[in-house]
Nanobody, 113 residues
């Protein structure tokens, strides 16, 4: 079955960086768009970044220039490099591919001084 396993979260201070990873399984990874979503405390889950099968990328305005999404189809893995993290980036981060219902457990990112 389709599975997503996120890792790499942690607690950092404002201005620091983190790279989160997600290993997907159960479908032909290279043929599908992969997204990173996040859900902050008291907020709805939101799309943060997306990378297509042709490697085209999309970012929400609040992370443009700070976050970088990438994928390695040989490892069925999608990454999110997060630089200059700010307290408002505090959230649980999830990867997902649109046609599938499954979601992983996510990985927690906390930014505070």
């Amino acid at each position: 079955q389709v599975q997503f396993v996120e890792s790499g979260g942690g607690s950092v201070q404002p201005g620091e960086s983190l790279k989160v990873s997600c290993v997907a399984s159960g479908f032909p990874f290279g043929s599908y768009t992969m997204n990173w979503h996040r859900q902050g405390p008291g907020k709805e889950r939101e799309l943060v970044a997306s990378i297509g099968q042709n490697y085209a990328t999309y970012y929400i305005d609040s992370v443009k220039g700070r976050f970088l999404i990438s994928r390695d189809n040989t490892k069925n893995t999608v990454y999110l490099q997060m630089n200059n993290l700010q307290p408002e980036d505090t959230a649980r981060y999830y990867c997902h591919s649109p046609p599938f219902a499954a979601w992983g457990q996510g990985t927690q990112v906390t930014v505070s001084s």
